[in-house]
T-cell receptor, first 111, second 114 residues
Framework: QKEVEQNSGPLSVPEGAIASLNCTYS??????FFWYRQYSGKSPELIMSIYSNGDKEDGRFTAQLNKASQYVSLLIRDSQPSDSATYLC???????????FGGGTRLMVKP | DVKVTQSSRYLVKRTGEKVFLECVQDMDHENMFWYRQDPGLGLRLIYF???????EKGDIPEGYSVSREKKERFSLILESASTNQTSMYLCASSLSRASNQPQHFGDGTRLSIL
């Protein structure tokens, strides 16, 4: 059973701080990793993808991947109240085209 | 931008009815997916399709069927709706079977079975 684990939270951070969201996965054959943001009552929205070990930056977002340790993380710099949402980690193995989703981490950014 | 359109945002049906949920994508994507999302259970894959007239079972296919007669359209069918199928249903699509392609989601259909 391929698993993707996230702390459900809520993770509470003050406005302007760095929010750090973590995700671990069990399938060593995993090749592609995605972070989705989901506002309450809305559908998931892709915000980051990462395929190679190391960091990938896009604006205030940085995705970090460590395949040896089987974890992927998302850092949000200068957190804003509008970042308050549930963040879903999704992992695709090389063997198939399906994504396995984590349960999501609820982030709350307090003004 | 990828556009995945689900036919209804909210839908109320009765137990035993046959229910159709429609999904259309406008980016010539090969792959389409149907998920349901429930509190505490996360996203669960119901069915997916790699090509026209092809379908594959996901993790929870029982009580559902799908149809893909055209590349851009993927329909989810509840053969005889039951109250435990009350949920948020999400359609997604991705470009191809290449492993680095993300899935893009529609706005979702919140289905209530009374």
């Amino acid at each position: 059973q391929k698993e993707v684990e996230q702390n459900s939270g809520p993770l509470s951070v003050p406005e302007g701080a760095i929010a750090s969201l973590n995700c671990t996965y069990s399938d060593r054959g995993s090749q592609s990793f995605f972070w989705y943001r989901q506002y309450s009552g809305k559908s998931p929205e892709l915000i980051m993808s990462i395929y190679s070990n190391g960091d990938k930056e896009d604006g205030r977002f940085t995705a970090q991947l460590n395949k040896a340790s089987q974890y992927v993380s998302l850092l949000i710099r200068d957190s804003q109240p509008s970042d308050s949402a549930t963040y879903l980690c999704a992992v695709r193995s090389n063997a198939g085209n399906m994504l396995t989703f984590g349960g999501g981490t609820r982030l709350m950014v307090k003004p | 931008d990828v556009k995945v359109t689900q036919s209804s945002r909210y839908l109320v049906k009765r137990t035993g009815e046959k229910v159709f949920l429609e999904c259309v994508q406008d980016m010539d994507h090969e792959n389409m997916f149907w998920y349901r999302q429930d509190p505490g259970l996360g996203l669960r894959l119901i069915y997916f399709s790699y090509d026209v007239k092809m379908k594959e079972k996901g993790d929870i296919p029982e009580g559902y069927s799908v149809s893909r007669e055209k590349k851009e359209r993927f329909s989810l069918i509840l053969e005889s709706a039951s109250t435990n199928q009350t949920s948020m249903y999400l359609c997604a699509s991705s470009l191809s079977r290449a492993s680095n392609q993300p899935q893009h989601f529609g706005d979702g259909t919140r289905l209530s079975i009374l």
